[in-house]
């Protein structure tokens, strides 16, 4: 029964599609189908018998925890499923059928991820389970293998009829799959009519689509277009889709190609509209070392029986878990009625709304925020988006009451704050409030250090939905900053209410160490000022390479619902010319960065209510897409950043801070763009016309900038850019890793120069030339991720020798960050000429550690800085 492209395979669906309903209408239980498709490492060639060790037999032999008991049965055959079939196709196309067993692989004698997922579901899906496994090896998702919506809107341009033609194994994986849902009763030995139910999709590949430089740059994008093609062509629009990474060698592979592919797999989880229904999971773990497997064919996992029962097991418990949470999302989505996000997040897109700091200080009362209230209102800005009133510091009186709870300073609050939030309630708003973690404030009022439930409560209980956690005295605590954040997050959800938690720490690094985990923003910069270098200085630390190594290309990869970068509050409406606070405005809404006006609405002339208010700008910050705009170009005080959105189309910043009256063009090369496109002012709000390949905005005087939309509404999404893979910046599983050969999650104060002094020499400490290192100038914090994995930190310092006579400087390596973290090693106070210090300390289960270089204007060298795993 071999299959046929069937020419008008388009159409054939909707036919098809109807079909199913009658099918499933017809029977009470419809079988279960999942569809397992991809290339050879789907095909599986986990060999049963060759090799010496890692084939099946010997996999089932040592099996010491009785995991694979199942595969054999009661004679020591291959166990065969009597609920699970399989319809699968191998290395040379042709179709194998029948009860699950081993031996479903690319071959006879081999055996893909099938095995251990249709264990998976079978237990769980019980009656009937098909799989349908369609898998054809040295394919590439750019060409035979590509998506027809990734081509154009309308597809193909020519029906692919031939294996090299564009899109032809997808085309092939469809009709194959209707054959069988077609002719259930040749596939399903005892199928009774019962009809079928697509349940999921998995999809794992080989490396071919990381050969050709192209077909490597297109994947992100063609693997989203796959699974939105799938889903429209299966007629499932919400079917759950899980990918197994492609895993390569394991953790040890480093070709910038191989991990690109592999981080566009995980960047598929991250997608919003894929949140919750697409799933994936990273196989580099289940990689075995050659001499432990069959055979030595790395990109076949080495042909190791065990790594793909490990990503059979790991697809199908992703799958299961992404149905269970899909089912009980969607009632969920039922029950609150939204219509366009997951509600699962408090902020999908930025937060916006308006902050009493900037504006007044500590200067804040009733009245002044009761007529903030109203006049978010009055202006339009609460229907442009400002969801937000948000109190800070010094709202609160200088002692708590004989409970121990927060009070409202009477004079500025007569009627205590709950009165304050439904005010601002019955005005359509949210309420924000401003505590500390400190057991001070910033202004040195209570602050909530042991107070953290009872505060949580009294937040809850006044109605607030917002709650901006500041750092100050927070490093008398005695926690590492994510232990502070897990009392409050536990807080908070103990109180029932959801609230909105900012972390504000004045950009420690919350990105680095999970902040995401407890809040929805963090801070990535110091305090905002109302002048444009202040503004600069902050926006750099978000959307340039100021907080982080230069290969983040700013922090947009952390970004995403529930996970913004903040440098800090606005001064739009403060800075000293309406260019300037249009500029402003218009890098935060590149950086999708949390809005929180910070003028005085009172006094606030109409240009400035403009600005803030502009809704192509606005519109921008809030895509829902989610992309954090990225810096492509910086050049002489010229810089352009991007942002693509979920349209299809990309927002493009173009921006002069010069002196200089200059001209800025962006190529569409630059932005994932290509040939004619248009070009809409997003100020203006005007339409400039087409443009073939690039764009010029000319004259801009200093400060001035121009922001555009560029491409055509509806067209294929535009790539972003490729994540740093995580394994840049964590140390590997095991080995000796030398802290300059990886990248650090975040920095503050003069960076480290890699492998030299500070000045660029080699580093030398006492008689011992280093060749790796870190040259640090005072201060310099460097933050980098260990994972858990390493066992000790060892290096030896000195102070340099070019260092000011009798200057003094000081190394330390804490746990995490400095504002809240505790110290593992100090050298004390060390003067140049002080012989050098060998560390060697324990970091056993760390996840991150701090090197932190302090003094005045005095240069210091980490010789070796090195972590060793041991396992
Ligand atoms: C810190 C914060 C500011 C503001 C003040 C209030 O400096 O970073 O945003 O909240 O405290 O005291």
């Known amino acids: 029964?071999?299959?046929?492209?069937?020419?008008?395979?388009?159409?054939?669906?909707?036919?098809?599609?109807?079909?199913?309903?009658?099918?499933?209408?017809?029977?009470?239980?419809?079988?279960?189908?999942?569809?397992?498709?991809?290339q050879s490492n789907m095909q599986g060639h986990g060999e049963m018998e060759k090799g010496e060790k890692g084939n099946l037999n010997w996999v089932v032999n040592n099996d010491k925890t009785g995991k694979y008991k199942h595969l054999r049965d009661a004679n020591g055959d291959w166990a065969k499923r009597d609920d699970v079939y399989i319809y699968a196709t191998d290395k040379f196309d042709s179709i194998k059928s029948g009860k699950l067993s081993a031996g479903y692989g690319?071959?006879?004698?081999?055996?893909?991820?099938?095995?251990?997922?249709?264990?998976?579901?079978?237990?769980?899906?019980?009656?009937?389970?098909?799989?349908?496994?369609?898998?054809?090896?040295?394919?590439?998702?750019?060409?035979?293998?590509?998506?027809?919506?990734?081509?154009?809107?309308?597809?193909?341009?020519?029906?692919?009829?031939?294996?090299?033609?564009?899109?032809?194994?997808?085309?092939?994986?469809?009709?194959?799959?209707?054959?069988?849902?077609?002719?259930?009763?040749?596939?399903?030995?005892?199928?009774?009519?019962?009809?079928?139910?697509?349940?999921?999709?998995?999809?794992?590949?080989?490396?071919?689509?990381?050969?050709?430089?192209?077909?490597?740059?297109?994947?992100?994008?063609?693997?989203?277009?796959?699974?939105?093609?799938?889903?429209?062509?299966?007629?499932?629009?919400?079917?759950?889709?899980?990918?197994?990474?492609?895993?390569?060698?394991?953790?040890?592979?480093?070709d910038p190609r191989a991990l690109s592919i592999m981080n566009a797999q995980l960047a598929m989880a991250k997608y919003p509209e894929f949140k919750n229904n697409v799933s994936v999971v990273d196989t580099r773990d289940f990689y075995k070392e050659r001499p432990d497997s069959?055979?030595?064919?790395?990109?076949?996992?080495?042909?190791?029986?065990?790594?793909?029962?490990?990503?059979?097991?790991?697809?199908?418990?992703?799958?299961?878990?992404?149905?269970?949470?899909?089912?009980a999302n969607n009632v969920?989505?039922?029950?609150?009625?939204?219509?366009?996000?997951?509600?699962?997040?408090?902020?999908?897109?930025?937060?916006?709304?308006?902050?009493?700091?900037?504006?007044?200080?500590?200067?804040?009362?009733?009245?002044?925020?009761?007529?903030?209230?109203?006049?978010?209102?009055?202006?339009?800005?609460?229907?442009a988006g400002y969801k937000y009133l948000v109190l800070d510091d010094a709202w609160m009186a200088a002692e708590r009451n004989e409970n121990g709870q927060l009070v409202a300073d009477s004079i500025k609050f007569p009627n205590g704050m709950k009165a304050v939030g439904d005010y601002i309630h019955s005005k359509g708003l949210k309420y924000g409030i401003y505590e500390c973690r400190g057991d001070l404030t910033c202004q040195n009022l209570p602050g909530s250090f042991e107070h953290e439930e009872i505060?949580?409560?009294?937040?809850?209980?006044?109605?607030?939905?917002?709650?901006?956690?500041?750092?100050?005295?927070?490093?008398?605590?005695?926690?590492?900053?994510?232990?502070?954040?897990?009392?409050?997050?536990?807080?908070?959800?103990?109180?029932?209410?959801?609230?909105?938690?900012?972390?504000?720490?004045?950009?420690?690094?919350?990105?680095?160490?999970?902040?995401?985990?407890?809040?929805?923003?963090?801070?990535?910069?110091?305090?905002?000022?109302?002048?444009?270098?202040?503004?600069?200085?902050?926006?750099?630390?978000?959307?340039?390479?100021?907080?982080?190594?230069?290969?983040?290309?700013?922090?947009?990869?952390?970004?995403?619902?529930?996970?913004?970068?903040?440098?800090?509050?606005?001064?739009?409406?403060?800075?000293?010319?309406?260019?300037?606070?249009?500029?402003?405005?218009?890098?935060?809404?590149?950086l999708a960065a949390p809005i929180m006006a910070g003028n005085d609405l009172r006094k606030m002339s109409d240009e400035v209510k403009d600005i803030i208010t502009a809704k192509e700008v606005l519109a921008i910050n809030q895509d829902p897409r989610t992309h954090q705009g990225y810096r492509v170009y910086e050049k002489d005080s010229i810089e352009i950043y991007n942002k693509p959105l979920s349209d299809g189309t990309t927002a493009v910043l173009m921006l002069n801070k010069g002196e200089k009256v200059s001209d800025i063009t962006v190529f569409w090369e630059q932005i994932g763009l290509a040939g004619k496109q248009p070009v809409r002012d997003l100020w203006l709000e005007k339409d400039l016309g087409e443009f073939s390949e690039s764009f010029t905005a000319k004259s801009l005087e200093k400060h001035e900038h121009l922001l555009?939309?560029?491409?055509?509404?509806?067209?294929?999404?535009?790539?972003?850019?490729?994540?740093?893979?995580?394994?840049?910046?964590?140390?590997?599983?095991?080995?000796?890793?030398?802290?300059?050969?990886?990248?650090?999650?975040?920095?503050?104060?003069?960076?480290?120069?890699?492998?030299?002094t500070f000045h660029g020499e080699k580093i030398k400490i006492g008689r011992k030339k280093f060749k790796k290192g870190l040259g640090v100038k005072s201060n310099a914090e460097m933050m980098y991720r260990l994972n858990g994995r390493a066992d000790r930190f060892q290096a030896t310092v000195q102070i340099d020798r070019s260092s000011p006579k009798d200057s003094i400087g000081r190394f330390q390596v804490m746990v995490e960050e400095k504002f809240g973290g505790r110290v593992l090693f100090d050298s004390g106070k060390m003067k140049r000429g002080d012989k050098p210090v060998e560390i060697d300390i324990d970091v056993i289960d760390l996840e991150f550690i701090l090197l932190d270089f302090s003094g005045k204007k005095v240069f210091g060298n980490w010789g070796d800085p090195k972590v060793i795993s041991n396992n």
């Not at 093609?229 to 007629?235: A, E, I, K, T, W």
């Not at 067209?715 to 650090?744: F, Q, R």
């Open 1 to 38: 029964m071999k299959t046929q492209i069937n020419s008008c395979f388009k159409n054939s669906f909707f036919v098809l599609i109807t079909l199913f309903f009658v099918l499933k209408a017809s029977a009470q239980e419809p079988i279960k189908v999942f569809i397992l498709a991809g």
């Open 106 to 254: 690319a071959f006879a004698t081999t055996i893909g991820p099938e095995l251990e997922f249709g264990r998976i579901v079978g237990d769980e899906y019980g009656n009937k389970v098909l799989l349908i496994k369609t898998t054809w090896g040295g394919k590439s998702i750019n060409v035979d293998f590509r998506p027809p919506s990734s081509v154009s809107d309308s597809g193909y341009v020519s029906l692919p009829s031939k294996p090299k033609d564009t899109g032809y194994y997808y085309v092939k994986m469809l009709s194959d799959i209707y054959e069988v849902l077609d002719n259930l009763h040749d596939y399903v030995p005892d199928y009774k009519g019962e009809g079928y139910e697509i349940s999921g999709f998995a999809w794992h590949q080989g490396w071919n689509d990381r050969v050709n430089k192209e077909a490597n740059k297109a994947y992100e994008k063609n693997l989203a277009h796959l699974i939105k093609d799938v889903r429209s062509d299966l007629g499932t629009p919400n079917l759950p889709v899980v990918i197994a990474t492609t895993g390569m060698k394991g953790w040890e592979d480093k």
């Open 294 to 327: 069959p055979a030595n064919q790395f990109y076949h996992w080495n042909r190791n029986a065990e790594s793909y029962l490990l990503i059979g097991e790991s697809l199908g418990k992703a799958m299961v878990d992404l149905k269970a949470k899909q089912t």
């Open 332 to 383: 969920l989505q039922l029950i609150r009625n939204v219509a366009r996000y997951d509600s699962d997040f408090l902020t999908p897109t930025p937060p916006v709304g308006w902050n009493s700091w900037n504006a007044f200080e500590k200067d804040i009362d009733e009245n002044k925020i009761k007529q903030i209230a109203d006049i978010m209102v009055s202006s339009g800005m609460r229907d």
């Open 455 to 590: 505060d949580m409560q009294s937040f809850a209980d006044w109605g607030v939905d917002y709650i901006k956690l500041d750092a100050c005295f927070a490093k008398k605590n005695g926690r590492l900053s994510s232990e502070d954040f897990d009392v409050y997050h536990k807080a908070i959800l103990k109180t029932g209410r959801s609230m909105v938690l900012s972390i504000s720490d004045f950009g420690s690094g919350a990105w680095a160490w999970g902040g995401k985990n407890y809040g929805q923003l963090w801070r990535t910069s110091g305090d905002i000022f109302p002048r444009i270098q202040s503004v600069y200085r902050c926006a750099e630390t978000s959307g340039g390479d100021g907080a982080s190594h230069p290969a983040f290309n700013g922090l947009w990869q952390f970004a995403g619902p529930d996970s913004w970068n903040d440098p800090d509050m606005l001064q739009v409406g403060n800075l000293k010319s309406i260019t300037e606070d249009k500029v402003h405005f218009s890098l935060w809404s590149i």
């Open 708 to 756: 555009i939309k560029v491409g055509t509404v509806g067209s294929p999404l535009v790539a972003g850019p490729t994540p740093v893979s995580e394994d840049k910046y964590t140390v590997p599983k095991s080995g000796t890793t030398y802290l300059s050969d990886i990248y650090y999650m975040a920095k503050k104060g003069n960076a480290p120069v890699e492998d030299k």
